[in-house]
């Protein structure tokens, strides 16, 4: 009788286990498209705000400036972009499983 | 009047007499009672010359009631500039190390600088008028045309950026509250090596709030500029082609913008039936009708004021106060 406990409680971890790793595949899945986007929207406002940089049309200096100092995170993603420029096409059809 | 005070700007060609207006309207206003401040932002000064008094940078003294300052403009740009960089040296705190006082002098040189340190100039007035309602009236010289709209539209611009960088933003919280609802936790980024979580609701994220603010700020500015119970533009031409068709664009523009244009003075007339005319002057007479027809087609609806040339340059209090006795049309609503 116990051992046929035990049997169960492993079985149902196991189960458990099994549904975790499939919704954490679907979870992954389902935020990859929302991650991306949510990079490049990020992209963008940085872009768009910094955008002197690469010659750009941008805001008047003083928006810049005043939003420059919680720009942490929007810099780190447009450099991270701009690092991999000649990858994003390589990675944008792998997110839309084109071979 | 009522408990506000009244804004006036005076815009046209280089040489129309744009000043000697402004001046006239001023020594006008302040006789009547009025506390009149007129400023200059004219990179060319001749407020001095016309009211024919030493004018300074702070408001000077003219006669009861009036008072007069001509803006530096090279020392507006620097403060500006100035201010600039400490907004830098603040988020930078390092950089006070290095002295950026240095760069000014290159970036004096930058695109736009004279139309920003201008509006920062125009609002400093404003807003120490608003605050200590020291004048009734505030009168602004403008410098010519080209560089008068740019100041002007300049929060206008703002506004389209700034609601544009809002929607932006609000689209970037939006997917990141999607990606938490999923996780069911915060999102979180490395920045400067310690790892912190990133704001998704629009209370706290510091870029919509400072975006907020901007908005606010600049909106408060606009909404002085556009209201026509506060603010008036007063055009100025001369009875020619040129000063008419740059006043005609401008006219559109500020309206496009939004900000109130109510009268148009054409000075410097010729008038031909007090006049032995020798025959040079016959064809400009003859252009002259032919200004006056396109002032009449373009500016329909607006206040007209005819000033008529006079024998000399008007130059000093007593020929301001002859002169301002064609400007009574401009005290309508006043």
């Known amino acids: 009788m116990k051992l046929q406990s035990r049997v169960v409680t492993l079985i149902k971890m196991k189960i458990r286990k099994f549904i975790d790793i499939v919704k954490g595949t679907l979870q992954a899945k389902s935020i990859e498209y929302i ?34 100092q919680h720009m942490a995170r929007e810099l780190l993603v447009m450099q991270h972009v701009s690092e991999r420029l000649d990858d994003m096409l390589g990675e944008m059809a792998g997110l839309f499983e084109i071979s | 009047m009522g408990s506000g005070f009244k804004i006036y700007f005076f815009i046209g060609k280089g040489g129309v007499g744009k000043t000697t207006c402004a001046a006239a309207f001023a020594l006008s206003l302040a006789n009547k009672g009025y506390k009149t401040l007129i400023t200059s932002l004219d ?50 705190g390092y950089l006070r190390v290095f002295n950026l006082d240095k760069y000014i002098d290159t970036l004096r040189h930058s695109p736009g600088v004279e139309e920003y340190a201008t509006l920062e100039k125009i609002i400093e007035i404003i807003k120490r008028n608003t605050d200590n309602k020291e ?45 938490e609802r999923i996780t069911g936790e915060k999102i979180k980024a490395i920045i400067a090596g310690k790892e912190l979580e990133i704001s998704s609701i629009p209370e706290e994220d510091p870029i919509y709030k400072e975006l907020v603010e901007l908005y606010n700020e600049i909106d408060t500015i606009n909404k002085i ?22 006043a005609s664009r401008a006219y559109n523009f500020l309206r496009k913008l939004n900000i109130p244009i109510k009268s148009v003075i054409i000075n410097k007339v010729l008038r031909e039936k007090e006049m032995i005319l020798p025959n040079e002057l016959r064809i400009k007479i003859e252009l002259q009708k032919k200004a006056l027809k396109k002032v009449n087609e373009i500016f329909q609806g607006l206040r007209m004021i005819t000033i008529p040339l006079f024998s ?11 002169l301002s006795k064609y400007l009574y049309k401009l005290y309508e609503g006043l």
């Open chain 2, 312 to 322: 000399r340059e008007p130059r000093g209090l007593k020929d301001l106060g002859t």
């Open chain 1, 35 to 68: 991650q991306v986007e949510l990079r490049e929207l990020e992209n963008i406002f940085a872009l768009i705000l910094l955008g002197s940089f690469i010659g750009l049309p941008s805001p008047p200096t003083s928006i810049s400036l005043r939003l420059l």
């Open chain 2, 135 to 179: 004048y009734d009236v505030l009168i602004f010289d403008t410098p010519p045309t080209g560089l008068t709209i740019r100041i002007m539209a300049l929060p206008s611009i703002s506004l389209i950026w700034i609601k544009k960088l809002i929607e932006l933003r609000l689209k970037i919280l939006e997917r990141r509250r999607a990606i």
């Open chain 2, 43 to 92: 990179p060319a000064h001749n407020l001095g010359d016309v009211l024919d008094r030493k004018v300074g940078e702070e408001p000077t003294k003219i006669v009861d009631n009036l008072y007069a300052m001509e803006v530096d403009f090279e020392k507006m740009i620097m403060k500006h500039l100035k201010e600039l960089s400490n907004r830098i040296k603040d988020i930078y």
């Open chain 2, 225 to 246: 500029l556009t209201d026509g119970e506060v603010t008036s533009v007063i055009l100025v031409v001369n009875p020619e082609l040129l000063p008419v068709i740059e």
